[in-house]
C-alpha cells in the first residue's frame, strides 16, 4: 500500500510575531484557521470598523475556535483600527490579531504594526481588500474558495491558498479542506504554478 | 455609662414635606398640589395650606380635586426626589446633634442628649430649628419628649414639649393615635372605649396583649419609657476620593504620574477595607491659573491594585495641558463596584487580567462600549442567533448549538434578480456572473411573529446553500410569500 503523500504548506503555521497579509474571498476562512491553530485557550482580538456590512458569523467561526477567547474591537475608522491593533499587538496579551483593513499601508503603518508584533510575540494577520498589500508584511497570501463537486454538499470546504509574497522562504499554492469535526486543516495537495 | 433617664429626643414631621420642596423650587400663589399617577388615575400626593383650606385632602382623585377648587395648580410627583431632599435634611440636623435618624418617609429623629447646650439649651434648639426650617420654606411641626415614642407622639398630635420626667403625665391625655399603631388597632381600642393613652395605660396588659398581640404594649412601653428604642443614625455613604496639595507647581509626565501613584495607593487601601474596586476613576488635575483638566479611565473589570491601575492612566495623562503647572491632585473612584477578596490560582487568572487591562486601554481610545465579544443566543434567525455584547460588562458563557451549517461571513439581504421557488440556474451578485454547480436546501425559517423585525416583514424565507462553479459558496434565501431571491451570506 502506498504511503500517501504528506504535504507540507511553507510558511504556515504563521511565524509568531510577524504581521501577515491575506486577501481573497476567503479571507476570513484562513483567519478562523489561524486563529484555531494557535494555542489552545489563548484570547484572539478581531479589528474592525464599525460600519463594515460583512461580519464574522459567530456560529461558523465556533467550528474553527472557541469564539468564548475571542473579543472584537468595532473602531471608527482605520487611524482607531492600526491604533488598537498596534497597542494588543505590543501588549502581546491575546495570540491573534486579526485586523480588516479598508486602505492601503504606508510603509511607516505597516513597519510600525511589525516592530509592535516583533515587542509582544504575537501573530498579526491583516484582511486586506484586493490588491492592497504593504511591502512591510512577512507573508502574503491570496485565498479563493475552489469548487468541490465530489464531497458531500454540506462538507465541501476546498479553498486555494496561494502564498504570492513570502521574506523568508519559497512562494507556493496548495489545495487546502478544513475538517469541522477534527477541527483540523487537511492539505490536499500542492497545486502547481 | 449614660443610664438613659435623661435622655431627650426630638422628632421632626414635614407634614407637607413634596409641596414645599416643589413650591422652594418654583413658589406658586395660591392652592397648590402635587399628583402622582396610582391605579391609572392620578391622585393628589400632596398639596399646600391654601389647598387644604379649599377642602381638598390627600389620596383624592385630581379631577375631583379641580371640580372643587378651579385654580388649582399642580405639577407630577417625584418621591425619589422627596427621599433625596429628607436626606439632605437628615445631614443638615447632624449640626445639632449625631445622632440623627428616619422617622417614616416624612420625618427625622434626633437624640440630643447631652447637646441642646450647645444651642443654648432646648429652647434655644427648638428655636434655631423653627427658623432655619421656616426660612427654608419647609412647615414642621417639632416634639420634645422623653423617649422617641413620646416625641413623635407630641410632633403628630399637638406639638409640645415635654419638660424632663413630665412625659407619661402629658402623654397620658393624648388619644391612641399617637401610639404608632396600625389604623386597625386604633379603631379597635376606640371600640371598646379606650380613647387615651393614660386609659390604656391603666387598663389591665393580658387581655390587651391576647387581643392585639405584643405589638400595642411595645409601643405603649416604649412611649412611656418602660422600654428601650434605639435611634439609628444613618452612616455616610463611603468617599472614594483622595486629594493632594503640592508646595510647588509640577507639569513633567513622570511628576504626575508619580503623584497619581501615591493618591492611587490611598484609594486603593480604601477600596480594599470596604471589599469594593473601581469601575471608574477620575483624576482631576487643578492648574495654577485656577482651570481643572479632568482625565477619566473606565476600567474593563472593577480594580483595586495601584500596580495595575496606573499604566492604565498614561495616556488621559499624556494628553492632559499642565499649562503653568498644576499644582493639586484630586483622584475619585466615581464608579465602585463589590469586589471580594479572591483565591490567587495558579492557572489562567493572570491571562485574564492582561486581557482586561488590554480592553481597558483600548477601551480609552475607542470607547469600552466598542470593545464587544459574541454570546449564544436561542434563535434560529441568523443575524439573532449571537448577542453582540460590551466585553467589559458580560462574561464569556454559554454554549454554541448550530444545528445546520451557517456561513462564515453574513451580511445584510443583498437582492438578485431571479424567480421561482428554485434557485437560478446563473445570477449577478456584486457585479460578478455565478453560474450554479449544485445546490442543497431549503432550509426553512419563519420569523419570530413576538418580534416586530423590520428586515423579516417579507415573512418566511427558503434558505439555499449554493455552490457556484467560480468556487463561491452562497447563502440564498427565497421569500415565497413576497417572491424575491436574495444574498444573505458566504460559507468559507
Not at chain 1, 507556493?172 to 495537495?189: E, F, I, M, P
Not at chain 2, 435622655?7 to 414635614?14: D, I
Amino acid at each position: 500500500m502506498a504511503k500517501p503523500t504528506i504535504y507540507q504548506i511553507t510558511a504556515f503555521p504563521l511565524r509568531p510575531g510577524r504581521v501577515h497579509e491575506v486577501g481573497g474571498p476567503a479571507a476570513a476562512a484562513f483567519a478562523a484557521v489561524c486563529i484555531g491553530q494557535g494555542k489552545d485557550a489563548a484570547a484572539s482580538l478581531w479589528v474592525r470598523e464599525g460600519w463594515l456590512p460583512d461580519m464574522a458569523n459567530p456560529a461558523a467561526l465556533q467550528s474553527y475556535f472557541d469564539v468564548s477567547t475571542m473579543v472584537m474591537a468595532q473602531t471608527g475608522g482605520q487611524i482607531d483600527t492600526l491604533a488598537v491593533a498596534e497597542e494588543a499587538l505590543r501588549d502581546g496579551a491575546v495570540g491573534h490579531v486579526i485586523v480588516e483593513l479598508t486602505a492601503p499601508l504606508s510603509l511607516r503603518e505597516g513597519r510600525r504594526l511589525q516592530l509592535a508584533a516583533q515587542a509582544g510575540q504575537s501573530t498579526g494577520l491583516c484582511l486586506i481588500p484586493e490588491g492592497m498589500g504593504s511591502n512591510a508584511a512577512e507573508t502574503r497570501w491570496h485565498c479563493t474558495q475552489v469548487p468541490d463537486p465530489d464531497s458531500p454538499p454540506e462538507d465541501s470546504t476546498l479553498q486555494c491558498w496561494r502564498i504570492t509574497k513570502n521574506k523568508s522562504g519559497t512562494l507556493g499554492a496548495w489545495h487546502v479542506r478544513w475538517d469541522q469535526s477534527a477541527r483540523r486543516l487537511v492539505v490536499v495537495s500542492a497545486s502547481g504554478e | 455609662m449614660f443610664d438613659g433617664i435623661n435622655r431627650r429626643v426630638v422628632s421632626l414631621w414635614f407634614p407637607r414635606l413634596a409641596s414645599d420642596r416643589a413650591l422652594r423650587a418654583r413658589p406658586v400663589a395660591g392652592p397648590f398640589a402635587l399628583t402622582l399617577k396610582e391605579n391609572n388615575a392620578n391622585r393628589i400626593y400632596c398639596l399646600n395650606a391654601a389647598a387644604e383650606r379649599e377642602g381638598l385632602h390627600r389620596g383624592m382623585s385630581f379631577s375631583d380635586a379641580r371640580a372643587f377648587c378651579i385654580d388649582l395648580q399642580s405639577r407630577p410627583a417625584d418621591p425619589l426626589g422627596d427621599a433625596r431632599f429628607l436626606a439632605a435634611l437628615r445631614r443638615w440636623a447632624t449640626r445639632y446633634c449625631p445622632w440623627v435618624g428616619y422617622e417614616g418617609g416624612d420625618g427625622l429623629v434626633m437624640d440630643i442628649t447631652g447637646s441642646a447646650h450647645l444651642q443654648g439649651g432646648e429652647r434655644g434648639l427648638l428655636t434655631d430649628l423653627r427658623q432655619h426650617l421656616g426660612r427654608a420654606g419647609l412647615s414642621v411641626r417639632i416634639g420634645l419628649g422623653d423617649t422617641r415614642g413620646a416625641a413623635w407622639a407630641f410632633a403628630r398630635h399637638g406639638e409640645g414639649v415635654a419638660a424632663p420626667g413630665e412625659g407619661a403625665e402629658m402623654l397620658s391625655e393624648m388619644p391612641v393615635a399617637g401610639l404608632r399603631l396600625p389604623p386597625d388597632h386604633i379603631e379597635a381600642l376606640q371600640r371598646l372605649g379606650l380613647r387615651t393613652i393614660g386609659q390604656l395605660a391603666a387598663s389591665p396588659r393580658a387581655p390587651l396583649a391576647r387581643r392585639f398581640g405584643p405589638g400595642l404594649l411595645m409601643r405603649l412601653d416604649q412611649a412611656l419609657g418602660r422600654q428601650p428604642e434605639e435611634i439609628s443614625p444613618e452612616p455616610d455613604p463611603p468617599h472614594y476620593g483622595v486629594r493632594m496639595s503640592l508646595p510647588e507647581p509640577i507639569g513633567l509626565e513622570a511628576d504626575v504620574m508619580a503623584g497619581t501613584g501615591r493618591l492611587l495607593d490611598r484609594l486603593c487601601a480604601k477600596l480594599k477595607d470596604r471589599g469594593t474596586g473601581a469601575r471608574t476613576l477620575c483624576l482631576t488635575l487643578r492648574r495654577v491659573d485656577g482651570d481643572s483638566q479632568h482625565v477619566e479611565l473606565r476600567l474593563a473589570r472593577p480594580l483595586r491594585d495601584a500596580a495595575r491601575i496606573l499604566p492604565l492612566f498614561e495616556r488621559g495623562i499624556g494628553d492632559v495641558d499642565a499649562g503653568f503647572g498644576i499644582d493639586q491632585m484630586r483622584l475619585e473612584a466615581v464608579q465602585v463596584e463589590k469586589l471580594p477578596d479572591e483565591q490567587i490560582g495558579h492557572s489562567g487568572a493572570g491571562g485574564q487580567g492582561r486581557l482586561d487591562d488590554l480592553i481597558t486601554r483600548i477601551g480609552t481610545r475607542i470607547g469600552l462600549d466598542n470593545v464587544v465579544r459574541y454570546l449564544p443566543a436561542d434563535s434560529h434567525i441568523p443575524e439573532r442567533s449571537f448577542i453582540v455584547a460590551p466585553a467589559a460588562w458580560s462574561k464569556p458563557e454559554g454554549t454554541w448549538t448550530v444545528p445546520r451549517p451557517r456561513p462564515l461571513i453574513l451580511f445584510p439581504p443583498e437582492p438578485i434578480t431571479a424567480t421561482g421557488a428554485q434557485p437560478p440556474q446563473s445570477f449577478r451578485w456584486r457585479r460578478m456572473r455565478l453560474t450554479i454547480l449544485r445546490v442543497s436546501g431549503p432550509e426553512r425559517i419563519a420569523p419570530e411573529w413576538w418580534f416586530d423585525d423590520p428586515n423579516w416583514r417579507s415573512g418566511m424565507r427558503d434558505y439555499w446553500r449554493v455552490e457556484t462553479r467560480q468556487g463561491r459558496r452562497l447563502w440564498l434565501f427565497y421569500t415565497p410569500q413576497n417572491p424575491g431571491w436574495f444574498v444573505q451570506g458566504e460559507f468559507a
